[in-house]
T-cell receptor, first 117, second 110 residues
Framework: GAVVSQHPSRVICKSGTSVKIECRSLDFQATTMFWYRQFPKQSLMLMATSNEGSKATYEQGVEKDKFLINHASLTLSTLTVTSAHPEDSSFYIC?????????????FGQGTRLTVV | GQQVMQIPQYQHVQEGEDFTTYCNSSTTLSNIQWYKQRPGGHPVFLIQLVKSGEVKKQKRLTFQFGEAKKNSSLHITATQTTDVGTYFCAGNQAGTALIFGKGTTLSVSS
């Protein structure tokens, strides 16, 4: 199947700093990528939809100025957590759609475990 | 907005017993997908169902998509310890983000 690479897999940062997470589709082009967040023992919650060449669409309750999304090419979307705080510590995971619209399959990156200290 | 409900939240079985998790959507879905996540891992795609009433099998796993395309189930026959993990259903409408259910965490004792 299609491969989505997410980097870094783990990051520890100090409170107040910013962290950038990259999501790459390695063997296909993805006009749309999605960013999810997963807290311990909870499900994946959609944060935003990233569209190549346009602004991301954020879900209700997700601060767009805090979680900056850039989808500058058909194979790369980035999520920057700005001025991170301990409550932002979570598992962040991206996915990209591959295939025909109606039957597109979502491929996930390996996820990034962010710890803010 | 679209919601996907999944039950039960937790299920413990003895090895060899069967297991079923159910998924219901508040809206008609274009397709439904199932994922398995092991502790510490990321979700791994299991299968996608597209057609109304569709049934697909993968060895001991049987997946069903309801006639109205609003519900689905995953049934595991004769569970094994390797089946442990959290099973998520996720549905969407064409081209939109997958909305995940809360997942069913399966534990299996030998």
């Amino acid at each position: 199947g299609a491969v989505v690479s997410q980097h870094p897999s783990r990051v520890i940062c100090k409170s107040g700093t910013s962290v950038k997470i990259e999501c790459r589709s390695l063997d296909f082009q993805a006009t749309t990528m999605f960013w999810y967040r997963q807290f311990p023992k909870q499900s994946l919650m959609l944060m935003a939809t990233s569209n190549e060449g346009s602004k991301a669409t954020y879900e209700q309750g997700v601060e767009k100025d805090k979680f900056l999304i850039n989808h500058a090419s058909l194979t790369l979307s980035t999520l920057t957590v700005t001025s991170a705080h301990p409550e932002d510590s979570s598992f962040y995971i991206c996915s990209a759609l591959a295939g025909v619209l109606q039957q597109a399959e979502a491929f996930f990156g390996q996820g990034t475990r962010l710890t803010v200290v | 907005g679209q919601q996907v409900m999944q039950i039960p939240q937790y299920q413990h079985v003895q090895e060899g017993e069967d297991f079923t998790t159910y998924c219901n959507s508040s809206t008609t879905l274009s397709n439904i997908q199932w994922y398995k996540q092991r502790p510490g891992g990321h979700p791994v795609f299991l299968i996608q169902l597209v057609k109304s009433g569709e049934v697909k099998k993968q060895k001991r796993l049987t997946f069903q998509f309801g006639e109205a395309k609003k519900n689905s189930s995953l049934h595991i026959t004769a569970t094994q310890t390797t089946d442990v993990g959290t099973y998520f259903c996720a549905g969407n409408q064409a081209g939109t983000a997958l909305i995940f259910g809360k997942g069913t965490t399966l534990s299996v004792s030998s």
